[in-house]
Each structure stands twice: as structure tokens, then as C-alpha cells.
């Protein structure tokens, strides 16, 4: 007979993930009340689901993935402060090459791990499943300032381009977007 778990999945539960999954619920409504305010009342449902859609994606990536950027340019520890409790001070990164220091700086580490915000909670949370979210791992800071910088612009842009569609027309260089859009969603998964 197989053991049984016994562990209480009430007790996996904690504030970070309830607060997360809020934040989640919060965004997409947000995307939707946006959704009623900006688009014709006539707009038909699929013209109100893609808005919803690009609407969250914009947010998320702004909002969440924006504040894993933030932790990695903001949230640091000085290394020089912790050579009296037995660290050497040489602010040496297990997410960086021998001799690399993020932002130039050897005397600090970088990242979520550091930080004491809600967002950091965040992404410690989620480096609890891959350690690299919770420092300065340069792969993930470059796809994450794509995301942020170019895909985030792009969803609005999608929305914008959406809200100035006329019901009934056919529309025009939002699919082109779209594509692009989901198409570079595709990196993300590493």
C-alpha cells in the first residue's frame, strides 16, 4: 500500500500565495472593467475577450514582472556588513560567472532574496521552485526587460488598436501585433 501524504494542503497555503493569487484576480479585473470603459458597448464578445486578454498580459507584465526587475536593480544586501558573521564580504553570486558582479558592484548581491516588499515575498516564493528568481540571474533579468520593455508596450498597443476599431470592421495592424505578441510569449518558458 502506498503511504499516505499527511501532510495538510491547507498548511501549503500561506499569505504570499493568497495575496498572489488576489493580486492575479485583482489584474484581471482591472482588465475587464478597462475592457467596458474603453470599448462600444456593441463590441462584440471575441473584440471584449482579446481586450481582456491583452489588457491582463500588458498588467502582468508591467505589475509583476516589472516588480522582479525592480527587486533586481533595488533589492540588495551589502556584502562588506556580513564579513563578522562568517561571510567572506566578496559579494560572489551563485547566479553569476567567477568575476562577474551585477551592476559592477562586488560588494553587493542583487535580487527578490534581499528584498522585504510584498513583491519580494513574491518572488521568493516563486525561487522556492527555481532558485534564479530569487537573485540577479542575467538570462532572466534580459527576457524579463524584453517582456517589460517591449512585449508590455506592444499588448497596450494591441489595446489601443482594439478600443479604435469600429464593430463590424475588419481591423487592421492589431493582428499583426497579436502575433508578434504571441509568438515572443514563447521564449518566456526557458
Known sequence: MASEMKTDPLAMIDTTTVLSLLSTIVILVSAFVTSMVVLEPSASDKMRFLFVWHAFDALIHFCLEGSYLYNCFFSYVDTSIMKGLGYNGT????FLAPG????NKPDRLYGAFYGSTPFSALWQEYAKADKRWGGSDLTVISLELLTVLVMGPIAVWVCVCLSRRKPGSKGGSEWF??????????????
Not at 559579494?91 to 551563485?94: H, K, P
Not at 562577474?100 to 551592476?103: A, S
Not at 501585433?177 to 518566456?188: D, F, K, P, Q
Open 177 to 190: 501585433w497579436m502575433t508578434v505578441l504571441a509568438t515572443s510569449e514563447l521564449y518566456g518558458g526557458e
Open 91 to 94: 559579494g560572489v553570486s551563485e
Open 100 to 103: 562577474v558582479h551585477f551592476l
